[in-house]
């Protein structure tokens, strides 16, 4: 992928209208305790970028990297105000929560360079009428004018016993009836009277139970999972022990979370200055790491625990573009600042199967647009494997690792020129089950190497370096982290902080299996 230039003259205007009654505010605690407020809306649509550059290269199999995001909202992520009848649902209000359009969000995720995007509104009491009626017609529309996107229907659904996650139904001729049918069963608050049992860990499991045994099963990812968190290592809404339970009803369906949640312009007031009442990401308890959220940061902590299980569970990073942060909001428009980048034909299952398997890495601010990661047993006969793949090798083989990385030139749309520093190659044990269901470390996690300019060969935007694990004893899985900045792990983000100064990628894992 190459970069693309910004274009900062692009808006989207708002009118403020009344906040909700308290009545009312478990139905729109949509954003980490916030009241939402019902907001109309006034577009200015923009035109397309000019895009520069050449697309990358084929891996041979037809698959390129894929550029996305899967947690994007639009005027139908609604605001809602009582009803006339007391005893009657509140009434929704249009752009409540996000004043933009799904066409105007689909045209800008291909003016920042998305391949693909999935439409994302959360609801509440009878929500799913919306979706059917409202949103499904806008997804027809955005598909219309720009052809060149691919665009899922999705949902943010109000997790039962959890805080919030994608749906992503795969495109077919019935995605429409199955998010609906999916929102109608499962949404915590979709019912009215709202009904304390939508709103239970097991309902969870009985949703990924269903949405397994579908003819076209969805992917699901957990948002932002530890937004509501009150410390490092000690969790909120959602939970170690419940992301297990999701995983092990249906590991092809919960297949991972966010690594780098959206809300990253916070600390930005709408002239770019520092915002100080604001946390990165939204995350007002417990900050996030280099623009990550702590389950994803931490060597050895949560997810490295997962992985020590041998799970198969990944990290994305998103937008969750409600309002532009030069509109008084705290988003980036889609792939602005956060690209999950797919290794996928151009197709929409094959995107959703590279979502599923792992062939996945993200980054922010643009750092890098590629990740070849090619591991390899240096015996003969040994086939190799790519990120979310494994390799099979023999006790006491030495297993070789290649890595090519491209760092883009130009400038962002930060309107910085950020280059690799440094890249880590981070190795982990697969021991088993975890000791507890609510384990999130992994003490056998550690930075296996360091590498900086010195260690690789850059030709052009191109880093390629190689490097060789001598006599593997024991299963275990590697994964690559880098950075533009100087930190060796990454810091506390603090109110204010700018984050185009602060990027990092992070590639999802190959498995090592020893036999």
């Given at each position: 992928?190459?970069?693309?230039?910004?274009?900062?003259?692009?808006r989207?205007?708002?009118?403020?209208g009344?906040?909700?009654?308290?009545?009312?505010?478990?139905?729109?605690?949509?954003?980490?305790?916030?009241?939402?407020?019902?907001?109309?809306?006034?577009?200015?649509?923009?035109?397309?970028?000019?895009?520069?550059?050449?697309?990358?290269?084929?891996?041979?199999?037809?698959?390129?990297w894929?550029?996305?995001?899967?947690?994007?909202?639009?005027?139908?992520?609604?605001?809602?105000k009582?009803?006339?009848?007391?005893?009657?649902?509140?009434?929704?209000?249009?752009?409540?929560?996000?004043?933009?359009?799904?066409p105007?969000?689909?045209?800008?995720?291909?003016?920042?360079?998305l391949?693909?995007?999935?439409?994302?509104?959360?609801?509440?009491?009878?929500?799913?009428?919306?979706?059917?009626?409202?949103?499904?017609?806008?997804?027809?529309?955005?598909?219309?004018?720009?052809?060149?996107?691919?665009?899922?229907?999705?949902?943010?659904?109000?997790?039962?016993?959890?805080?919030?996650?994608?749906?992503?139904?795969?495109?077919?001729?019935?995605?429409?009836?199955?998010?609906?049918?999916?929102?109608?069963?499962?949404?915590?608050?979709?019912?009215?009277?709202?009904?304390?049992?939508?709103?239970?860990?097991?309902?969870?499991?009985?949703?990924?139970?269903?949405?397994?045994?579908?003819?076209?099963?969805?992917?699901?990812?957990?948002?932002?999972?530890s937004?509501?968190?009150?410390?490092?290592?000690?969790?909120?809404?959602?939970?170690p022990?419940?992301?297990?339970?999701?995983?092990?009803?249906?590991?092809?369906?919960?297949?991972?979370?966010?690594?780098?949640?959206?809300?990253?312009?916070?600390?930005?007031?709408?002239?770019?200055?520092?915002?100080?009442?604001?946390?990165?990401?939204?995350?007002?308890?417990?900050?996030?790491?280099?623009?990550?959220?702590?389950m994803?940061?931490?060597?050895?902590?949560?997810?490295?625990?997962?992985?020590?299980?041998?799970?198969?569970?990944?990290?994305?990073?998103?937008?969750?573009?409600?309002?532009?942060?030069?509109?008084?909001?705290?988003?980036?428009?889609?792939?602005?600042?956060?690209?999950?980048?797919?290794?996928?034909?151009?197709?929409?299952?094959?995107?959703?199967?590279?979502?599923?398997?792992?062939?996945?890495?993200?980054?922010?601010?643009?750092?890098?647009?590629?990740?070849?990661?090619?591991?390899?047993?240096?015996?003969r006969?040994?086939?190799?494997?790519?990120?979310?793949?494994?390799?099979?090798?023999?006790?006491?083989?030495?297993?070789?690792?290649?890595?090519?990385?491209?760092?883009?030139?130009?400038?962002?749309?930060?309107?910085?020129?950020?280059?690799?520093?440094?890249?880590?190659?981070?190795?982990?044990?697969?021991?088993?089950?975890?000791?507890?269901?609510?384990?999130?470390?992994?003490?056998?996690?550690?930075?296996e190497?360091?590498?900086?300019?010195?260690?690789?060969?850059?030709?052009?935007?191109?880093?390629?370096?190689t490097?060789?694990?001598?006599?593997?004893?024991?299963?275990?899985?590697?994964?690559?982290?880098?950075?533009?900045?100087?930190?060796?792990?990454?810091?506390?983000?603090?109110?204010?902080?700018?984050?185009?100064?602060?990027?990092?990628?992070?590639?999802?894992?190959?498995?090592?299996?020893?036999?």
């Amino acid at each position: 992928m190459i970069r693309y230039r910004h274009t900062p003259d692009v808006r989207t205007g708002s009118a403020p209208g009344a906040r909700l009654t308290p009545a009312l505010r478990n139905l729109a605690m949509l954003r980490n305790g916030l009241l939402l407020a019902a907001l109309g809306s006034a577009l200015v649509a923009p035109a397309l970028a000019h895009e520069t550059g050449a697309p990358h290269a084929s891996h041979g199999d037809g698959r390129t990297w894929l550029a996305g995001d899967h947690h994007v909202h639009s005027q139908f992520s609604v605001g809602w105000k009582p009803g006339s009848d007391p005893a009657a649902p509140p009434e929704p209000v249009i752009g409540g929560d996000s004043s933009n359009t799904i066409p105007t969000n689909a045209r800008m995720a291909r003016k920042f360079g998305l391949s693909w995007m999935a439409a994302t509104d959360h609801g509440g009491p009878n929500h799913s009428r919306i979706s059917r009626d409202l949103a499904y017609p806008e997804i027809l529309r955005a598909r219309g004018e720009t052809p060149d996107l691919i665009l899922f229907f999705g949902l943010e659904l109000n997790t039962p016993g959890a805080d919030h996650s994608s749906i992503i139904v795969p495109k077919s001729p019935s995605e429409r009836d199955d998010l609906v049918d999916l929102e109608r069963r499962f949404d915590k608050y979709e019912a009215w009277p709202l009904d304390p049992a939508r709103d239970q860990e097991d309902r969870m499991v009985e949703a990924l139970t269903y949405m397994k045994g579908l003819p076209r099963p969805p992917v699901v990812i957990a948002h932002h999972a530890s937004r509501s968190a009150p410390a490092m290592g000690t969790y909120g809404q959602t939970a170690p022990a419940e992301l297990r339970d999701w995983n092990d009803a249906a590991p092809s369906v919960a297949v991972g979370m966010e690594g780098a949640p959206g809300h990253q312009a916070a600390g930005l007031n709408p002239d770019g200055s520092p915002r100080l009442s604001q946390a990165r990401g939204a995350y007002r308890q417990h900050p996030t790491y280099g623009g990550y959220d702590q389950m994803t940061a931490r060597v050895g902590g949560f997810w490295d625990s997962m992985l020590g299980e041998g799970r198969r569970w990944w990290i994305t990073a998103t937008s969750d573009s409600h309002r532009h942060y030069t509109d008084g909001g705290i988003d980036f428009w889609p792939g602005e600042y956060a690209k999950t980048h797919v290794l996928a034909r151009k197709t929409p299952d094959d995107i959703l199967e590279g979502l599923r398997n792992g062939r996945v890495f993200v980054t922010t601010g643009d750092l890098v647009s590629s990740v070849d990661l090619e591991v390899r047993p240096v015996a003969r006969g040994g086939a190799p494997a790519g990120i979310g793949g494994e390799v099979t090798v023999s006790k006491g083989q030495d297993v070789r690792i290649t890595l090519r990385v491209r760092d883009p030139s130009g400038e962002n749309f930060g309107g910085r020129s950020p280059e690799v520093k440094r890249i880590d190659l981070i190795r982990g044990d697969l021991t088993g089950p975890a000791p507890s269901r609510s384990a999130d470390v992994n003490p056998t996690t550690r930075v296996e190497r360091r590498f900086t300019a010195a260690d690789w060969v850059r030709e052009g935007e191109v880093i390629t370096l190689t490097t060789t694990l001598r006599n593997v004893q024991a299963s275990g899985y590697i994964r690559l982290r880098g950075t533009g900045t100087e930190e060796a792990e990454p810091a506390m983000d603090v109110p204010g902080e700018n984050p185009w100064d602060d990027l990092w990628f992070y590639a999802n894992p190959v498995f090592i299996k020893v036999r």
